[in-house]
């Protein structure tokens, strides 16, 4: 198989699916290794640069997606309703699991300070979190983890791409110091 004609069967399975498709199931589709196929993804990347459509890459996989600029149409054309944002403890519980996954919710409460039953439950309706099996200890309690999803809808393609937790080690003394030089700057705004 030639190699533009690699990237666009690439393109078309990838537009088919509508869903991730992992490095290694599109290896064994086209019959080419690993590395042809992050060259065709790298190739089909710069080709859609100047359209509608871009490449994510969401840890090992890749999918097809709409620029978030032709959000708005697409909402207006299909008519779709604005869904309900996160809570603040969804946040917290979705960077508690996204920072120590796997956890146990005994952990995420332990961490939060209160029952997260209910914000674990919509956070696995929405798929931001799943089931990633279950603890060897007594109870066998189940582990969490982010999905695909999550990396899609907080736009990084692996973990290692989230913002870096503050390190421990700071003072109170920076963290005042911090907070002076933000006041200043945002005095010095208004004037």
Known sequence: MEFNELVLAFEAVLFASGEPISIQRLSQTFEVEPSEVQKAAEALAKKLESGSLELLTLENTYQLSTKKEYAPYIKKAFDIKRKTPLSQ???EVLAVVAYNQPVTKAFIEQVRG???????????????????GRLELPGRPLLYGTTKN????????????????PNENTNEVDLAEQLEVEDLTESDEKE
Do not use: H, N
Request: glycine letters at 2%; one cysteine or more.
């Open 89 to 91: 403890a969804a946040f």
């Open 150 to 165: 999550f990396l899609r809808c907080f736009g990084v393609s692996d973990l290692s791409e989230l913002p870096q937790l």
């Open 114 to 132: 209160v029952d997260c039953s209910a914000v674990i439950t919509t956070l696995t309706e929405k798929e931001l979190i799943e089931e990633r």
